[in-house]
């Protein structure tokens, strides 16, 4: 995630950053000291100087302003955010990006503002915001349309790619085509960069016959002397796709640490799974070492300002030192399931079993790291970061904007406290021997109140639909707040997997058993998973909010009252979940 998030900052740099040096070079690039100034900040920035950095930054800026010169000017104070952001000091950029914003508004530069919500996008992307970071960009498009500014268009355009290519491949290759179509007219020069990046897709979607044809247009780019950054990787694709695997990966390795994946996905489309499997640890271990490096420089960062904060603000001391044992507590909680669901997880078997069995932990593994990652660490650093802006006496917050950072804080704070109790009831039931069933549960009420419950905030393209087939007044004995639990993790499963379409809540009585079942009209679940769901940590699509635990404390749930509950693989048009209850 963090190399390419690093190649999306470099491509930003181009496009702004140099868009302002292009429209100053008739004039500028025949004055000596504004190239040395230019210079001296672009390679420190390069170098990862810091020190330097910012001197020659400040050299620049004070040459721009000394000439009015706005744009450029302007377009430097983003280049300091970008430095900011590979450095992965993610807080001090988004405190960066808010102060140029409120400049921008208070100087009333409405031209420049696309830059700021440009930074804007990359920091919420960055923190795992798709929707605001989709929204930024569009918003930057947008302006620099009203601008006229169409040659810096396409480089927009791909940001939400790469924002949207995981989560929607047809919206991306959509918007592929649109930056392809602005590119044609306004920078021309472009055009073979988003050819080449749309026949990446190709190959990993098996398009071959389409790669291939890409392929051979990107030679002849190169013929013409045109490039590509996705030039090597594409040459390492076309070496796989004929069969020359090795070769393949030797180019991909020259990538770096961005090459991890490529080599997997060579591996596994040459059918070599060991190799694969290999790559993805090398890959995990790479990816592991940047979170770290983040994680490190964001509690370091937070030490810094509880630092400058102690003497006037005691009492947000006090909060952020709270803050920093749940964090502690919350690293040690996750550490602990991850090697207890590892250890779980070991067999010894045949070679091949056990090869198949250690693929599937490692997947497992990561699905866990990723969802605890992004379920947990994220929103922790944005309750950090957003209750920093209070305490901060710069910071000049609107009404409004405290408000919604205010709502920000509750959100995450809520998510983080709903995953810990999902974890924590989960064991607390596994523990648990027998339950009381003396409630006296009448069908047809539970049914109608789960649908007005769900009902509430629920898109408009679904509805909730009631199909009793027992008598108004039916009732039998069980526990109603843990049957209700059940219903309702089995409702927000369809919810989550559900665009539009129906939820269909059903009581049938057949023999002495009372039959529930929850129907939707989703994406639905192939037969071959139909008992994998109930493990721990499961997720059929990795994208989901949640760590995988919902089906599984569902059926511990349904045990403890007697029952039985299962997926019904006979059902085709979603997925049914059916559970047979004793009537008594």
Known sequence: MMNHFKLIIITLLV????????????????????????????????????????????????????????????????????????????????KLARKLISELQERQLDSEMYMAVNMMGHINNYCGNKEAAKNNFREVIARLEKQGYYES?????????????????????????????????????????IDTRKTLTYFAD??????????????????????????????????????????????????????HEAITMIYKKAGLWEKAYNSLNDLLVANDSVINVVLNNSMQGLQDDMALYESEREAARAKMIGLTVIIVLLIMLV??????????RRHTAQLTSAYQHALESDKMKRAFIRNVSHQIRTPLNIVSGFSQLFTDTDMQLSTEERRMHAEMIAKNTQLITSLVD???????????????????VQVSSLLQTLQTENSEGLSEKIEIKIDCGVDEDYAFRSNASVLKRVL???????????????????????????????????????????????????????????????????????????GSVSLDTTYHNGARFVITLPNT
């Open 335 to 344: 550490v602990a399931l991850f090697y207890i669901v590892n250890s779980r």
């Open 206 to 259: 098996d398009k071959l016959d389409l790669f291939k044809q890409g392929y051979e247009a990107y030679v002849e780019g190169v013929k013409e002397g045109k490039s590509s950054v996705h030039g090597r990787l594409l040459e390492a694709y076309y070496q796989a796709s004929i069969g020359n695997t090795e070769k393949a990966v030797e180019l991909a390795r020259q990538l770096g640490d961005d090459g």
């Open 422 to 440: 999902e974890i924590l009831e989960l064991s607390e039931n596994e523990s648990t021997t027998s339950i009381d069933k003396n409630d006296v």
């Open 153 to 193: 268009m396409p480089p927009i355009y791909m940001n939400i790619v790469n924002v949207s290519l995981d989560d929607d491949p047809e919206e991306a290759m959509k918007l592929l085509d649109k930056a392809r179509d602005i590119a044609v007219k306004y920078s021309p020069e472009r055009v073979f960069d």
């Open 488 to 562: 309702n993790i089995l409702i927000e499963n369809a919810k989550k997997y559900t665009v539009a379409g129906s939820i269909t809540l059903s009581a049938q009585q057949e023999d002495h058993q009372l039959v529930l079942s929850v129907t939707d009209t989703g994406v639905g679940i192939s037969e071959t998973d139909a008992e994998r769901i109930f493990e721990r940590f499961v997720k059929l699509d990795d994208f989901k909010e949640g760590l995988g635990l919902g089906l599984s404390l569902c059926r511990v749930l349904v045990k403890h009252l007697g």
């Open 15 to 94: 496009a702004f950053g140099n868009h302002g040096i292009v429209h100053a070079q008739s004039k500028r690039e025949q004055d000596p000291k504004y190239v040395a100034l230019r210079d001296t900040m672009v390679r420190a920035f390069n170098n990862d100087d810091s020190i330097h950095f910012y001197a020659a930054l400040n050299n620049f800026e004070s040459y721009l302003l000394e000439r009015n010169d706005l744009h450029g000017y302007y377009t430097q104070r983003c280049n300091e955010i970008i430095f900011l952001m590979n450095r992965q000091e993610i807080f001090e950029a988004y």
